[in-house]
């Protein structure tokens, strides 16, 4: 038998296999796959189109969102170099590790040269005159694309120092910026790389343009950000309306550990963000307070609508393990909050407001999970301790679930 006749055509296997090889690989992976050969081309946008929803079929339809596309692309596969962490001097009495430990440094060099190049596509698509509808029109394109790359491959981009907040909880209760500082805000690899391909697109494209550029650029920036927030919390929100017809409560709580995901990914970039030019302090607490609270399910029960009405008759079928588990999820992106101002606060000084309302929106969530953990505890022993009163009475008795509800929404 001929090497040709044994082999397997990618283009030969079900749909479902190949989505399902899929999900271990990036966009970027794709898109070269769709470099080596026509077959490959038309197989790699069947798969980008059913696992990314993109269009990709008929790239002279939609020029310009195919040339960003393979700006994401480049920079995902060009953008990184990876060096060995250095190994500590005690680590020679040690046997070594199975595989060298590595770190990721951005190449700032390929990074400014597909800035330059998607800047001076921009300059060209734009008139002469009147060039700020056109200008909006294609930074808008641009940077919806940029941001919907960071949350394609969730699964895929794991979370730096994500560990529950629940770990020191004394400590944090005593003193709680100190002790977040001893933990240093670390980006996700994704993230990361696309706000340093931001933060050089930014000033180039304000040498082209004019100073109106900038304006234009972080409206957007913030707009976008809006979108991702908005999909994001009725995602949540109506998966946990879910929750009560679900029959499988394992595929329930996979699907919640996703979306959960997604949004712990999205707080983190925009952590990173805030950390440069392109946001503020003061837009990140706005965003704060406009979406991000809004994805709280036990925020959403102060208010008064029809969709509060729905989301509170949800809440109260919760147990305490339940409600116990929303406001530690409330807690760790608070944390993150916190930690993105302090590392925004000791580079430029000038987010100390903004750090102490974070701090004390962390310390109120803090103080919800610690009362909670508290009336469990006490409810247990008081259980426990009238267990043999009822196991000796010959009537039969009923017990009720206890639901707990925060002391701010009754």
């Not at 005593?174 to 001893?182: D, G, V």
């Not at 969709?307 to 588990?325: E, I, P, V, Y």
């Not at 409330?330 to 930690?339: E, F, G, N, P, S």
Request: charged letters at 20%; proline letters at 5%; hydrophobic letters at 40%.
């Amino acid at each position: 038998m001929s090497c040709r006749q044994s082999t397997v055509l990618l283009s030969t296997l079900p749909l479902e296999v190949l989505l399902k090889v899929a999900d271990h690989l990036h966009f970027a992976d794709l898109w070269y796959l769709a470099t080596a050969s026509r077959s490959c081309r038309k197989l790699a946008h069947h798969i980008i189109w059913h696992k990314y929803a993109i269009d990709l079929y008929k790239p002279r339809l939609n020029v310009f969102s195919h040339l960003v596309h393979s700006a994401v692309a480049y920079v995902c596969r060009h953008g990184r170099i990876s060096s060995l962490v250095p190994s500590s001097p005690d680590s020679t009495a040690s046997p070594p590790p199975p595989a060298a430990p590595t770190r990721d440094m951005t190449n700032h060099h390929v990074l400014q040269s597909v800035a330059n190049r998607l800047a001076v596509e921009i300059y060209d698509r734009s008139p002469l005159q009147d060039w700020e509808p056109s200008l909006d029109f294609l930074v808008d394109k641009t940077l919806g694309i940029l941001l919907d790359h960071v949350l394609l491959d969730t699964c895929l981009d794991t979370i730096p120092d994500i560990e529950p907040p629940r770990t020191n909880l004394t400590l944090l209760t005593k003193n709680t910026i100190p002790q977040i500082k001893q933990c240093p805000y670390s980006p996700t690899r994704m993230g990361k790389l696309i706000t340093d391909f931001l933060t050089i697109l930014y000033p180039t494209l304000t040498a082209l343009f004019d100073d109106h550029a900038a304006s234009i650029h972080h409206r957007l920036l913030i707009n976008h950000l809006n979108r991702h927030l908005d999909a994001l919390t009725h995602r949540y929100h109506y998966h946990h309306k879910r929750r009560l017809d679900c029959k499988h409560m394992k595929a329930w709580a996979l699907m919640n550990r996703s979306v959960r995901h997604s949004v712990l990914v999205l707080v983190r970039f925009m952590g990173t963000l805030v950390q440069t030019d392109l946001l503020t302090a003061n837009d990140l607490r706005i965003l704060t307070r406009q979406r991000i609270v809004a994805l709280f399910l036990v925020e959403q029960c102060h208010q008064q609508d029809e969709n509060s009405n729905k989301l509170r008759s949800m809440m109260a079928s919760l147990s305490r393990r339940g409600w116990m588990d929303e406001i530690e999820f409330q807690m760790t992106i608070l944390l993150d909050l916190v930690r993105a101002m302090i590392g925004r606060q000791s580079i430029r000084w000038d987010a100390h407001m903004e750090l102490d309302l974070f701090a004390s929106m962390f310390k109120n969530a803090l103080a919800d999970f610690m009362s909670y953990q508290s009336s469990t505890a006490l409810n247990t022993t008081t259980s426990n301790f009238l267990a043999p009163i009822n196991n000796s009475k010959s009537v039969p008795t009923t017990t009720t679930t206890a639901r707990i509800i925060p002391s701010h929404i009754t």
